[in-house]
C-alpha cells in the first residue's frame, strides 16, 4: 500500500514538473534562440557599419585634402607653373587620391590655348607624376555632373565613373571652385578617388566571413554598394557595376519586399529586411553613408543567421529532457525512502555551515584595512559589498604599485557557491595579472582567457577595471559589460563606456582602452547592477535617475570615501524600506588628492562628455583655475567665454553622429601664462584656418561656429591646431592677468 502511494505521488509530481519543464524548455529555447540570432546579425551589422565609417573616412580625408589647397592654389593662379607642385604635393599626402586636376575656365589662360589643364596621377608603381594639357577638352566640360558642380557655390562629389584616362579604374571625383583675387569663377580642382581599395575590401570581407562563419551553407552571404541612384559600384558579379540599379534587379523578383527596400534606400534610409530570391530566403541588411551618399548593403542566409540558435537550442533541449528523466528517477528514490529525507535535512544543516565557513573565507579575501594606503595621501578609496546571501558573487578589489592605483568591481552571474568561486578566481587573476601589466584591456583580456579556459559551468562576469595614474590623474579602464560609473566633480556623471562582453564568454574577444582625466577631489563612484535594481515592495526600482540625483547632492558635501560610499548604502535602505534583498550590492568610491607639484607647473583636467548639458560642469572648472591663479575679472570671463565656445563647438560639429565620447580639457600655467589643451576625436576641423566672422552680419547670415571662432582669437592671446593619432588637438593661451 505504501509503495503504491509512493508510485501514485511520484506521479503526481511527474506531471507537475513535465509542465513545468515544458514551459521552461519553451522559453529557454526561444530566449536563446533569439539572443545568438541577434547576436549573429549584430556581427553581420558590425561589419556593414564598419565599411560604412571606412567610406566616410576616406572621402572625409580627400575633401578635407581639397577644401585646405583652395587658397594655396589660389594664391598662385599668377603663377601657374607653380600649381602643378602643389597638386603633387596633395597626392603625396593622401594616399587614397588616385589624382588630382586643374581645369581652368576656357580662355583663362589664353597664352596656354583656349582649353587648359594642370594634372597629377600616382602611376602602377606609386610613382607621382604630372602634366599639362592644352587638348580640346570642351566634351568633358559638358558632362551633367560636370555642369552642375560648376554652377554651384560649393564643391561636391562626382557619381562613380569609369577613369578611362588615368587610372582605368572606377573612380569618383571631388570637385570644387579655385577663384582668382577678385572672387571670379577660374578653375575647377578636382580631387580623385579610386574605389579600388573598396572593390578588394569587399571582396577580402566577403571571403573572410565564407571562410571563418559559412565554411559548411551552400549559400553565403554577399555585400555590395550602391550609388545614390540605385546604381550598382561594388558588387560581386562585376558585370552589374555602372549598367544596372537595384531597382531594375528588384522589379524581376515577385517578392514586393525588395521592391519596398529599394524605395527606402532612395529615401537615404537605413535598416533590415527579410525577402526572398531564388528559392532562398535571406536578411538584407542596409546603411546609408551619409557621406557619400551611398549605400553600403550586405545579404546573408536566413539559414546561416538561424544555424547557432537552433544548434544551441536542441543542445539545450535535450540537456534538460535528460535531466527531467533524471528528476523522475531521483523523485521516485526520495519519496519511497523517508530515511532519505531526515538525512538530506541532516546534510542542509551541513551545507549551511559550510556556506557560513565560505562566506567567511569570501569576506576576507576583500579589502578591509581603511585607510588602505595610510602612507599616501593623494587619493582616499573605500568599497563595501553587502550580499543577498550567505556567500554571493559580487567583487571589487584594488593595490597600488608604481605611483599607480589598479582597481577593479564586478558582478559574478548566478549565486551561491559557484558564484562564490567564481569571484574568488577573478580577484585572484586580476592581483596577479595587475602586476605584471599596466594595460587595462590587456589585464581584463588575460583574466577572460583564464576564465574562459575552466569555465565549464558557462558562467561570466561583468567587470570594470581601471587604472589611475596618481601623478597625472590619467585613467585609463576597460569596461566589460559592467554598469557605467559616475564622475563626481561639482555635478555628478555617468562616464561613457565601450559595449565590452562580460568575461568567461568569448576567449577571442579583443577589449577596448578608454581614457579620461580626474581632477582634483573627484571622486569615481562604482556600483553594481543590485544598486541600480534595488527593489521596492512594488516592485520599483531604484535605477541610475536616483543614483545621479543623489550623487549630485553629495557633490558639495566634501566627504571622504568612506562616508560617501556609506551615504550611498543609507539611501538605498530607505528606499527599499523593509523589502529583503534581492541581490548583492556593492559599491567602491575614489577620491582623487593630488598633491602639489615640486615644480612651478600648475596643472588641472577635466573630462567631460560630447553633451553641452555638462557646460555648467566647464564653467566651474575653468572659473576655479583662474581664481587659483589670481586672474582679474575681466580676464576670468574673457577666458572662460572663449574655453566655453571652444568646448560647444566640437559637441556641436565634431559629432556629426551625436556618437557618445569623452571631451579632454588640460589646463596648465606658470608664472606668466595659462594654457588649455582640448583633446576630441570627432571629425577633423583647424579652427585656426576657419575665415574670419563679420561681427556685423545678421546672426543668420553667419557661418555655424564662427562667431565662436572669432571669440576664441579674440579674447585668447595665442590658439594653434593639430590632428595627431586620429585626435584634435587646438592649444589656446591666455596672458595671466592680475
Request: net charge negative.
Amino acid at each position: 500500500m505504501k509503495k503504491a502511494s509512493a508510485y501514485k505521488l511520484s506521479i503526481i509530481i511527474m506531471v507537475v514538473l513535465l509542465v513545468m519543464w515544458a514551459t521552461i524548455m519553451s522559453i529557454v529555447f526561444v530566449f536563446t534562440r533569439n539572443s545568438t540570432t541577434r547576436e549573429v546579425e549584430s556581427r553581420y551589422e558590425g561589419i556593414m557599419l564598419h565599411t560604412n565609417e571606412k567610406i566616410r573616412g576616406v572621402l572625409s580625408d580627400v575633401y578635407v585634402a581639397a577644401i585646405n589647397n583652395i587658397s594655396v592654389i589660389e594664391n598662385d593662379l599668377d603663377t601657374p607653373d607653380k600649381l602643378q607642385a602643389h597638386l603633387e604635393q596633395m597626392l603625396k599626402l593622401n594616399k587614397y587620391m588616385s589624382s588630382c586636376r586643374l581645369i581652368f575656365d576656357p580662355g583663362y589662360y589664353p597664352q596656354r590655348g583656349q582649353y587648359f589643364e594642370i594634372y597629377a596621377w600616382r602611376d602602377s608603381a606609386g610613382v607621382i607624376k604630372g602634366k599639362q594639357i592644352n587638348e580640346d577638352h570642351s566634351a568633358f566640360l559638358s558632362q551633367p555632373w560636370y555642369k552642375k558642380v560648376y554652377d554651384l557655390d560649393e564643391g561636391d562629389w562626382t557619381p562613380p565613373y569609369f577613369d578611362q584616362a588615368a587610372s582605368r579604374q572606377l573612380t569618383t571625383t571631388y570637385l570644387t571652385h579655385i577663384r582668382d583675387k577678385n572672387g571670379n569663377k577660374a578653375a575647377m580642382l578636382g580631387a580623385d578617388v579610386s574605389l579600388e581599395w573598396l572593390r578588394q575590401r569587399h571582396k577580402r570581407i566577403d571571403a573572410q566571413n565564407h571562410e571563418r562563419f559559412e565554411k559548411d551553407f551552400k549559400e553565403k552571404s554577399y555585400s555590395f554598394v550602391l550609388d545614390n541612384d540605385g546604381t550598382y559600384i561594388i558588387h560581386p558579379n562585376e558585370k552589374l557595376i555602372l549598367t544596372t540599379t537595384f531597382q531594375e534587379v528588384a522589379s524581376q523578383t515577385p517578392d514586393m519586399t525588395d521592391d519596398v527596400v529599394a524605395r527606402s534606400m532612395k529615401n537615404q534610409e537605413s535598416g533590415s529586411c527579410k525577402l526572398t530570391k531564388n528559392g532562398v530566403s535571406s536578411v538584407l541588411f542596409y546603411s546609408f553613408v551619409k557621406y557619400a551618399e551611398w549605400t553600403v548593403v550586405i545579404v546573408v542566409p536566413e539559414a546561416i543567421i538561424n544555424h547557432q540558435g537552433n544548434v544551441l537550442g536542441a543542445i539545450i533541449m535535450a540537456v534538460m529532457f535528460f535531466g527531467l528523466i533524471v528528476i523522475f528517477i531521483l523523485s521516485r528514490t526520495l519519496i519511497r525512502n523517508i530515511d532519505q529525507l531526515k538525512k538530506t535535512t541532516a546534510q542542509k544543516a551541513a551545507i549551511e555551515q559550510d556556506l557560513k565557513i565560505a562566506s567567511h573565507i569570501q569576506q576576507s579575501m576583500l579589502p578591509k584595512k581603511y585607510p588602505p594606503y595610510p602612507e599616501r595621501t593623494d587619493v582616499d578609496i573605500y568599497g563595501e559589498i553587502v550580499t543577498a546571501k550567505e556567500v554571493g558573487g559580487d567583487l571589487y578589489d584594488h593595490l597600488m604599485h608604481d605611483d599607480k592605483l589598479f582597481f577593479c568591481i564586478g558582478d559574478v552571474s548566478g549565486k551561491g557557491v559557484p558564484a562564490a568561486l567564481m569571484m574568488a578566481e577573478t580577484i585572484s587573476l586580476f592581483r596577479c595579472e595587475a602586476r605584471l601589466s599596466t594595460d587595462p584591456s590587456q589585464i581584463v583580456s588575460r583574466i577572460n582567457k583564464a576564465i574562459c579556459d575552466t569555465n565549464d559551468s558557462c558562467m561570466f562576469v561583468t567587470l570594470f577595471l581601471g587604472v589611475l595614474d596618481l601623478k597625472t590623474g590619467q585613467l585609463n579602464y576597460t569596461n566589460a559589460g559592467h554598469e557605467p560609473p559616475m564622475l563626481v566633480g561639482t555635478l555628478a556623471r555617468f562616464i561613457y563606456v565601450d559595449n565590452n562582453i562580460p568575461v568567461g564568454l568569448r576567449p577571442e574577444w579583443e577589449y577596448s582602452n578608454q581614457t579620461l582625466f580626474m581632477d582634483r577631489e573627484e571622486i569615481l563612484f562604482l556600483y553594481t547592477d543590485g544598486y541600480t535594481e534595488a527593489e521596492t515592495a512594488n516592485h520599483e526600482q531604484f535605477g541610475r535617475n536616483r543614483i545621479s540625483n543623489r550623487a549630485n547632492r553629495l557633490a558639495d558635501l566634501h566627504l571622504d570615501a568612506r562616508q560617501y560610499t556609506h551615504q550611498h548604502f543609507e539611501t538605498a535602505k530607505n528606499f527599499v524600506g523593509d523589502t529583503p534583498q534581492a541581490d548583492d550590492i556593492s559599491l567602491m568610491a575614489i577620491r582623487f588628492l593630488p598633491q602639489p607639484s615640486d615644480d612651478s607647473l600648475y596643472h588641472r583636467n577635466l573630462t567631460l562628455g560630447n553633451d553641452v548639458e555638462e557646460i555648467v560642469e566647464l564653467t566651474a572648472f575653468v572659473n576655479s583655475i583662474c581664481q587659483d591663479l589670481q586672474m582679474n575679472e575681466t580676464a576670468m570671463t574673457f577666458t572662460t567665454l572663449a574655453v566655453e565656445e571652444a568646448v560647444v563647438n566640437v559637441m556641436k560639429y565634431a559629432y556629426p553622429d551625436r556618437e557618445p565620447s569623452h571631451i579632454i580639457l588640460e589646463a596648465e600655467a606658470n608664472e606668466m601664462m595659462l594654457t588649455f589643451t582640448l583633446h576630441d576625436k570627432g571629425m577633423p576641423f583647424d579652427a585656426t584656418q576657419a575665415a574670419e566672422v563679420d561681427v556685423e552680419q545678421q546672426a543668420e547670415q553667419r557661418i555655424e561656429g564662427g562667431l565662436g571662432i572669432h571669440l576664441m582669437r579674440h579674447y585668447m592671446d595665442h590658439i594653434s591646431y593639430e590632428r595627431k593619432n586620429d585626435e584634435n588637438i587646438l592649444t589656446m593661451q591666455k596672458i595671466i592677468e592680475k
